[in-house]
């Protein structure tokens, strides 16, 4: 028997670990069920007195909470279950005693002054407004040409405003001269405004918000400029820190039917994710900006991390030594492996899935156990119960080296509560999924879709979405070396904020992991500018071509296109093509459904075939099955038609 470890927990200023204060009583150290008999102490939900007490005060008995009648708290206890699971985390971490960890610890640095400038900059591609020393490259400099010939109203301000800020913070220091941001962002006389997104998918600012119903998702204008006609008409209207409510009071959002089609992340080719990520992080800013939310964002300091094994692993490094063997692996196989077998034999039923911790002594044998045999396959997985392989999956997600929202877009993501609705919640964290590098996009969907088929069965094991949500925020949000100083309410406010973004994640997660129509948009603007010098020089070099050849003058068909058909070619089937005329109707599960039908050698399942548009505007993106043709050959009459096989 040990001393009962306090509820009451205090992040050290020295060491960023978090220590537990003692108390008088026992607890079996191996009996998680002894700890869920104890009386549960209230958590007030008075802001300026936090759940944690410094190690140098005396406990003192907590004022009772006054109850909140309110729809938007989330519920007294479900938060006691928080500061449960802090209070676990932080007796693993003892009971582990370092082991299996890194020697040294993930740190976050505050970025000096304008150094966070220039790195937004890099990130988003445009060094070269500021950076004067680098070498000529004209295809990089008609790259960020193209970009910012895209920009809305709210981006080109976004960025404008970082250039401002490093142009007077250089002044200062004496260093170089940098551009005036006038004579970036120079238009044309007859257009004194930056470009908007166009060919119709941006409406009027003052029309954007104001003639939606609340549950619609209108992701073909900036969530910027929605955000500024909303600010504009509520100009009284002050943000609601953490509005959180019921399982069943979450609005219903909907996006607007697209006849383009939907796009998913994973859709498009890495070069048009790319170009995806760098207006998703000037369009989050000019979000930001908009809400008067000052973001200052951290950078990840280099550490030494291990190199081989499964805990403590950089997702980076898993993923890489589990590609050696299946090369598709998007998700780490630990991780992959600890959920399955949770939701093996009917898991998911056992009441308290999630919350109710595994024997501290037993985690840290299996831990050990995992680590020596995983993949020689000699692992007793058989013999693993639930509740320990749940301990296991939340030990993986903090001892990661670096955070799963890593550390750059850690307090971007808890700002999203300083919005001031929960539309504009969801759209930015829309963004910050979309900012995520892969790795760590793909594992946190796999670990959310895991959440919502644990929701599913919570008539049995008892986890609603809130449950699941306050259990898993310290998992997600606290990681090793942590060393933010905040004071006892800022922690509070942590805590129930955490937790909303991670029920925001899950209840959401079919809106957050697609692309926005409107950004969409702009990637196929800026392919389009990329193209018209290359089309000037080909169209030159044909031209000299034309008249030193002299060719004889014969009648050109006419394409297949202008005359109402498409051709979709398979090049990996027997039947390597087919011409399809477009109908007001035809969807892009038609032309599949019609593929099978006239060749019968066709192996592939009709759920595992996928059409592509190619080419033209667009480099390459996997189609929604509800896309209509004719209006997206409208939108890219350029494009390419292909069938193939799902990765």
Same mark, same amino acid.
Not at 558 to 569: H, K, T, W
Not at 582 to 603: G, I, N
């Given at each position: 028997m040990v001393p009962r470890l306090a509820l009451y927990l205090h992040l050290s200023r020295r060491t960023g670990h978090y220590s537990v204060q003692q108390n008088h009583s026992a607890l079996p150290e191996d009996n998680p069920s002894a700890e869920s008999q104890r009386p549960r102490p209230s958590v007030c939900s008075n802001p300026g007195s936090s759940p944690r007490r410094s190690p140098h005060t005396r406990l003192r008995p907590r004022p009772p909470c006054q109850r909140c009648n309110s729809q938007d708290s989330l519920d007294e206890l479900e938060m006691d279950d928080y500061w449960k699971e802090v209070e676990n985390i932080s007796r693993s971490a003892e009971k582990r005693g370092g082991e299996g960890g890194n020697e040294e610890e993930e740190q976050q640095k505050h970025p000096d002054e304008g150094e966070q400038e220039e790195a937004w900059l890099m990130e988003a591609g445009l060094a070269r407004l500021f950076d004067g020393s680098l070498p000529a490259d004209q295809e990089q400099e008609e790259d960020s040409a193209a970009f910012l010939s895209t920009l809305t109203r709210a981006q080109a301000a976004a960025v404008e405003r970082r250039l401002t800020l490093l142009h007077q913070t250089q002044r200062r220091c004496n260093r170089q001269h940098l551009p005036d941001v006038r004579d970036i962002f120079r238009l044309p006389e007859k257009d004194k405004e930056p470009r908007e997104v166009q060919k119709g998918s941006e409406s009027p600012p003052s029309d954007a918000s104001s003639t939606e119903p609340e549950t619609v998702m209108n992701v073909d204008v900036a969530f910027s400029e929605q955000a500024l006609s909303y600010r504009d008409n509520q100009p009284h209207r002050v943000a609601k820190m953490s509005p959180n409510s019921p399982d069943d009071k979450l609005p219903n959002f909907r996006l607007l039917k697209d006849k383009t089609g939907q796009t998913r992340v994973?859709?498009?080719?890495?070069?048009?994710?790319?170009?995806?990520?760098?207006?998703?992080?000037?369009?989050?800013?000019?979000?930001?900006?908009?809400?008067?939310?000052?973001?200052?964002?951290?950078?990840?300091?280099?550490?030494?991390?291990?190199?081989?094994?499964?805990?403590?692993?950089?997702?980076?490094?898993?993923?890489?030594?589990?590609?050696?063997?299946?090369?598709?692996?998007?998700?780490?196989?630990?991780?992959?492996?600890?959920?399955?077998?949770?939701?093996?034999?009917?898991?998911?039923?056992?009441?308290?899935?999630?919350?109710?911790?595994?024997?501290?002594?037993?985690?840290?044998?299996?831990?050990?156990?995992?680590?020596?045999?995983?993949?020689?396959?000699?692992?007793?997985?058989?013999?693993?119960?639930?509740?320990?392989?749940?301990?296991?999956?939340?030990?993986?997600?903090?001892?990661l080296p670096h955070p799963l929202l890593t550390v750059e877009y850690l307090n971007a993501f808890i700002a999203v509560n300083k919005l001031p609705t929960k539309k504009q919640q969801l759209q930015a964290l829309n963004l910050l999924v979309l900012l995520l590098p892969e790795a760590n996009r793909d594992s946190l969907k796999a670990l959310v879709e895991f959440f919502q088929r644990v929701i599913e069965h919570q008539a049995k094991n008892k986890m609603t979405l809130n449950n699941v949500s306050v259990v898993m925020a310290p998992n997600i949000f606290m990681f090793k070396g942590c060393r933010s100083k905040v004071t006892e309410q800022q922690e509070f406010s942590m805590a129930t904020g955490t937790a909303n973004i991670v029920r925001l994640l899950i209840r959401y997660q079919n809106l957050l992991w697609t692309i926005p129509k409107f950004i969409l948009t702009q990637?196929?603007?800026?392919?389009?500018?990329?193209?018209?010098?290359?089309?000037?020089?080909?169209?030159?070099?044909?031209?000299?071509?034309?008249?030193?050849?002299?060719?004889?003058?014969?009648?050109?068909?006419?394409?297949?296109?202008?005359?109402?058909?498409?051709? @979709?070619?398979?090049?990996?089937? *027997?039947?390597? !093509?087919? /011409?399809?005329?477009?109908? #007001? %109707? &035809?969807?892009?599960?038609? @032309?599949?459904?019609?593929?099978? *039908?006239?060749? !019968?050698? /066709?192996?592939?399942?009709? #759920? %595992? &075939?996928?059409?592509?548009?190619?080419?033209?505007?667009?480099?390459?993106?996997c189609l929604d099955r509800e896309t209509f043709m004719k209006d997206l050959f409208q939108l890219n009459p350029a494009a390419e038609w292909v069938i193939k096989a799902a990765q």
């Open positions: 994973g859709h498009l080719s890495p070069p048009d994710m790319k170009k995806v990520r760098r207006f998703a992080l000037v369009e989050i800013t000019a979000l930001f900006d908009t809400g008067g939310i000052d973001l200052k964002a951290h950078k990840a300091v280099k550490v030494k991390t291990k190199e081989s094994g499964l805990f403590g692993v950089p997702l980076v490094t898993l993923l890489d030594q589990d590609q050696r063997r299946v090369a598709s692996t998007k998700v780490p196989f630990i991780l992959q492996r600890l959920i399955s077998h949770i939701e093996e034999d009917d898991g998911l039923d056992t009441e308290g899935l999630l919350r109710i911790s595994g024997a501290a002594t037993r985690v840290k044998s299996l831990y050990q156990e995992l680590e020596s045999c995983f993949y020689d396959g000699t692992f007793p997985w058989d013999q693993l119960k639930q509740h320990d392989a749940a301990s296991l999956l939340k030990l993986f997600i903090r001892e990637v196929r603007q800026q392919n389009m500018e990329s193209q018209r010098k290359q089309n000037k020089e080909r169209a030159m070099r044909k031209l000299l071509k034309k008249i030193t050849d002299k060719p004889p003058d014969r009648a050109t068909p006419e394409p297949e296109s202008a005359q109402g058909f498409i051709r @979709v070619q398979a090049p990996q089937f *027997s039947k390597v !093509s087919m /011409v399809l005329q477009l109908t #007001e %109707d &035809l969807q892009a599960a038609d @032309v599949l459904t019609r593929f099978l *039908s006239q060749d !019968s050698a /066709v192996k592939v399942k009709r #759920e %595992d &075939l996928r059409l592509y548009e190619i080419g033209g505007n667009i480099k390459e993106r």
